[in-house]
């Protein structure tokens, strides 16, 4: 377990009378794509909250790259190489695909959104930010505004923005989510390749991406990790069968 790139040790998260994580203790290891699975209102985005730093668990501890980081904000875990993509667009949509990626490496780079003006004629910003569209196959709609991408390629913005901080891990919260089944094949080779550079903690609904994605599996269901393992022993798991998969698996 010591070479886990992230790891939640026991964390635990109530809301009022809902235990929305119970004891749940899940690590990510270096080129691993974990997927984290589950029913609506099973607590998987409460996880991601307290992995990322926007909930704090009642107990239990996060570990990013060895580090206790249960206390640390979100911005210095996202800058000790903390990854993520967001369920709902964090995008600004009237700027440019350019602009994004810029805003993306500006916050990576530790700077205050104040010296965005300048941003774009950063070389170095600059540099990170098309590096990553490049990645991502963007490149062409650098000068676009991003209303104007189609929703797959706004997914795809979100990850190079995710880039910019060249993760050391990431975490991702339904990125298929509305994507055709064009744009989910182009995002999970994508994801596929990713994995080696920066292991991916992979919240998914979308059970084709992640039975051929993911390395490991583990089912969230009523706060509690009901089951981790391969995508052939979570498809034979009869309890995860009986409470989440049926006839997918
Ligand atoms: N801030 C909050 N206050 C009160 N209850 C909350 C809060 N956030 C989440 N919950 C409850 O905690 C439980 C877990 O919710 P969560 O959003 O983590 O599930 P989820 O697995 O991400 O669901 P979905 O797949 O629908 O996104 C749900 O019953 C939800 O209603």
């Not at 010591?2 to 004891?23: C, E, H, P, Y």
């Not at 991003?146 to 060249?166: D, F, I, N, P, Y």
């Amino acid at each position: 377990m010591t070479d886990a790139v992230l790891q939640t040790k026991g964390i635990t998260k109530s809301f009022g009378a809902l235990r929305a994580s119970r004891d749940i203790s899940i690590d990510l290891k270096p080129g691993e794509i974990h997927a984290i699975i589950g029913p609506n209102g099973a607590g998987k985005s409460t996880l991601i909250g307290q992995i990322c730093g926007t909930l704090k668990p009642d107990a239990g501890s996060v570990h990013l790259l060895g580090q206790d980081v249960t206390q640390e904000p979100t911005r210095s875990r996202a800058r000790a190489g903390l990854g993520r993509t967001f369920q709902i667009s964090a995008l600004a949509m009237e700027d440019t695909v350019l602009q994004n990626a810029v805003l993306g490496a500006l916050g990576a780079a530790g700077k205050p959104w104040r010296f965005f003006g300048n941003a774009l004629k950063d070389k170095a910003l600059r540099e990170t930010a098309e590096e990553a569209l490049e990645r991502v196959g963007l490149q062409d709609q650098a000068r676009m505004r991003t209303a104007e991408l189609s929703h797959g390629q706004r997914r795809q913005l979100e990850v190079a923005v995710a880039l910019t901080l060249k993760p050391k891990a990431l975490v991702m919260d339904e990125p298929m989510a509305g994507m055709g089944s064009e744009g989910s094949k182009i995002l999970t080779g994508f994801l596929d390749k990713l994995r080696q550079e920066a292991p991916i903690l992979l919240v998914e609904h979308d059970m084709d991406a992640v039975f051929s994605l993911a390395d490991r599996i583990s089912v969230l269901v009523y706060g509690e990790v009901i089951a981790t393992g391969t995508v052939d022993e979570i498809r034979a798991n009869t309890a995860v069968k009986e409470a989440y998969l049926g006839d997918e698996a």
